[in-house]
């Protein structure tokens, strides 16, 4: 989804508005809400940004509150599946064969975006082909009611309140009238599911038609999804990254995204590529999203890059293997501690309730686990002996209780 979500999501996609506030009503969690209070005291906050009575009547007639987008923003396969499940999908063969084949139907215009910006053709197929399996899933939520609801449901008010105004903006530029803003349940939209701030600053009229066409014309959001990496830190003539073996005896404290070395470092140390060579250059990562028995990455600034996209490593690590595999590359080598389930939200929230009182406080107890919370579990396995790899995994968990 995205999705430039998150997002994160998220999220550091990008923004067209400032941060933006609004009243908010005491109704919020009652069991069947209603926007109409959200609404009234948001309407103030979009007229001192230059949303007419006309487009705000056309934009907010009829929305109402959707209790399912709630639950699902609390449930994203991204986060809520092990990596390895993840990707079983996200690069099945089906998936590999129709990004080949939607690679070669638009190879010329492919090349001259990749020409433009630097982002290689077979990582914007593969956004495309896991935002909307190639635009055969965009979507059919209206994106005007999705994002008012995560906005009212205020657990990050200030990012859905900043995308329902930039949805706005939209429609009052003439860009697009509300019933075309339909896309995923998290209100991103088109084929490489844009959130409205995206589109706002991103979005290109590659085809020359004189409109933004990310829902319609495919090489508009395969244009617009480039012209986003590159102002997020893509570096152009390098990978996302490539698996890698570690020798034994590796210092898995030394992994995640805060330890960076150069491909040469990395070399002196006892890591290789599994086949090819490691990244050139500065700013490489080793990541162990399934700890020191699953597959091993070397990432370059790439990731984070893609992670503007969608922060969740699986979604990462799935746009590269695909880009990877669409290109003619080889599936992965090594496996996966596929006996283990991925902990739910409330799950990962008590992990790091629990890490916090143990003395290695993730900063944040959010369910989502980034740099902050994996380098607490690095901290506590080296305490208790245990090999440092970060891994969250459910025995984890269970000692953190018995600990606690």
């Not at 209790?67 to 923003?73: G, K, L, P």
């Not at 084929?191 to 085809?207: E, N, R, V």
């Not at 091993?296 to 503007?308: G, I, Q, V, Y």
């Not at 579990?377 to 002996?385: E, F, L, N, S």
Request: with cysteine.
């Amino acid at each position: 989804m995205i999705r430039a979500l998150l997002l994160t999501l998220v999220l550091s996609t990008t923004a067209c508005a400032q941060p933006v506030t609004s009243p908010r009503p005491a109704m919020r969690g009652a069991a069947s809400p209603s926007l109409d209070a959200w609404l009234a005291g948001f309407r103030e906050t979009a007229q001192a940004a230059g949303i007419s009575d006309a487009t705000w009547t056309r934009a907010t007639r009829g929305l109402a509150y959707r209790a399912d987008i709630v639950r699902r923003d609390r449930t994203q396969s991204e986060f809520t599946k092990t990596v390895w499940d993840y990707l079983d999908t996200a690069v099945s063969d089906a998936r590999i064969r129709n990004g080949r084949a939607a690679l070669a139907y638009h190879r010329a215009d492919l090349d001259r975006i990749e020409a433009t910006h630097g982002v290689p053709a077979e990582i914007l197929v593969a956004i495309w082909g896991l935002e909307s399996s190639y635009g055969a899933f965009k979507g059919d939520t209206p994106t005007l009611e999705a994002i008012a609801t995560l906005a009212f449901d205020a657990r990050r008010a200030a990012l859905w309140e900043r995308e329902f105004l930039a949805a706005l903006q939209i429609v009052e530029r003439g860009e697009a009238v509300p019933a075309t803003l339909r896309g995923s349940w998290a209100g991103a939209m088109g084929h490489t599911q844009f959130l409205p701030s995206s589109f706002l600053a991103h979005a290109q009229d590659w085809d020359g038609d004189g409109r933004r066409d990310i829902w319609g014309t495919p090489v508009d959001a395969l244009a617009s999804t480039a012209t986003y990496l590159k102002a997020n830190g893509w570096q152009t003539g390098r990978p996302w990254g490539t698996e890698v073996v570690v020798p034994e005896g590796f210092d898995y404290l030394l992994t995640g995204e805060r330890t960076t070395k150069t491909g040469a470092e990395w070399a002196a140390l006892g890591v290789r590529a599994r086949s090819g060579a490691l990244p050139e250059g500065p700013g490489i990562s080793i990541r162990v999203p399934g700890g020191h028995q699953g597959t091993a990455f070397a990432t370059t600034p790439n990731f984070r890059a893609l992670e503007s996209y969608n922060t969740a490593d699986a979604y990462v690590i799935g746009v590269g293997h695909l880009a990877d595999r669409i290109a003619g590359g080889l599936p992965l080598i090594d496996s996966w501690p596929r006996g283990d389930r991925a902990l739910t939200f409330d799950e990962r929230v008590e992990m790091q309730r629990r890490l916090a009182a143990a003395g290695f406080d993730p900063q944040k107890f959010d369910g989502l686990v980034g740099p902050l919370t994996l380098e607490a579990i690095r901290r506590w396995q080296a305490a208790r002996g245990l090999v440092p790899d970060g891994y969250m995994s459910p025995q984890l968990l269970a000692r953190l209780r018995r600990e606690g």
